[in-house]
């Protein structure tokens, strides 16, 4: 019999326990439910725009940097992050989406007005109001956005990520999955007539520093869209509304929010945020002006760091895996830290360059371990451990360890360590 079959067969014997508990606490239980109704005040209002319960309390943590509206005791992180160890299924609702905005707030922009110009190196030069773009064939499909700090041991928030208090929020929160809806932007190229000698695209968002980044053509051709919906509404305008480009699988300083230009040019511009943000310094002095794919990566939510299980017995583990390579394959977790791996079930949609759910039956013994989980994508790369991350940098962990610079694109196989009493904690560099 598998270990599947045994844990799912000791989840089954259980089960009558488990119920007995349940009745018990009905008696007690059903007179507070019933209590509970909103207030009269507010009813209207939810038959127009619901909400969620007031029971529901998961929200973002961390900071946009904005020096005029700091708070008090207000973290230093890139942005808002992710609460992806509450998260169900693969889709992370639109209001708890993370947006770094790199201290600006998001620009308050009337789509009436708002225009999108595609200029340059093209036979035809447009511009397009919101409505003209949402006249056009649209698509509709899976992707995640991940900023390429996200999960970095070093550079701004990674004191919290490497905290042995760190849940998945501090850990890999920079990174969301939606259903995204609008035009291909190789759809608006075509209309545009694009010349043989252009090469780069460079995009330019509507926010007050003018965010710009160079992309090569072959991307803005191949699965590059301009999005004007996010699970089923108009993007948010944290998020870009009332258009934003999506460049899926590919570093989240692509997917330039607020669109309002497309220049084609024939080499990119080294813009303000590919010359001074996100180069990668290397040991030798020399740095990476353009890196683009994100690895495949994963990570265990739940049982996770600021979890503390209630004691031995029947728990599922599930998490979130992902790669900008193409789709998941496979997803194998460990509860014996790295000594042995089982295959986890995958939950569908399982879609290329989105996140995916994973999960295991497992139970507990009440003994110390350590839980980790790797991601196999569609193209057979494996997903490292720290020390393989290392050694892509020519370094070894300690690097990691006292980089004062953002670690970018930091895919490493995520540890939680389990403690006897069922608390956890983050492992990250105790599993190497």
Known sequence: ???????????????????????????????????????????????????????????????????????????VAFGLRTPIQDSVGMITPSSLHFTISHGFEPPDIDPQEHRLLIHG???????????????????????????????????????????????????HGFTSCS??????????????????????????????????????????????????????????????FPMRLIVPGWQGINNVKWLRRIELVDEPYMAMMETSRYPSMRLDGKSRWFEFTLGPKSVITRPAGGYKMPGPGFHEITGLAWSGAGAV??????????????????????????????????????????????????TGTVQPTVTEVAKLWGADVDFLKKSQQVVGDFNAIQPWKVNRDGSIQNAIFQIS
Request: proline share 6%.
């Open 329 to 378: 394959k496979r997803v194998e977790v460990s509860t014996d830290g790295g000594r042995t791996w089982t295959d986890a079930q995958l939950h569908g949609p399982i879609e290329k360059k989105a996140h995916t759910r994973f999960s295991i039956p497992w139970t507990w013994d009440g003994n110390e371990t350590v839980l980790l989980s790797r991601c196999t994508d569609d």
């Open 179 to 240: 259903q995204w809806t609008g035009v291909l932007l190789s759809t608006l190229l075509k209309e545009a007539g694009v010349q043989k000698s252009a090469t780069w695209i460079i995009a330019e968002g509507a926010d007050e520093p003018k965010h710009s980044k160079s992309i090569p053509i072959g991307k803005a051709w191949d699965d590059a869209l301009v999005a004007y919906g996010q699970n089923g509404e108009p993007v948010r305008p944290e998020q870009g």
């Open 121 to 171: 190196m093209v036979d035809r030069p447009l511009i397009f109001t919101v409505d003209e773009i949402k006249r056009l064939p649209f698509v509709t499909r899976f992707h995640f956005v991940e900023c390429h700090g996200n999960s970095s041991p070093r550079g701004p928030g990674g004191d919290a990520r490497v905290s042995l208090d760190a849940t998945p929020q501090e850990t």
């Open 1 to 75: 019999m598998s270990p599947k079959q045994t844990d799912r067969r000791g989840f089954l014997k259980n089960s009558a326990a488990l119920a007995g508990l349940a009745v018990g606490a009905s008696a007690s239980a059903l007179p507070a439910a019933a209590a509970a109704e909103p207030a009269l005040e507010k009813v209207d209002e939810l038959h127009l725009y619901g909400e969620r319960s007031h029971y529901v309390t998961a929200v973002r943590n961390g900071s946009i940097n904005n020096p005029e509206r700091r708070l008090k005791d207000e973290q």
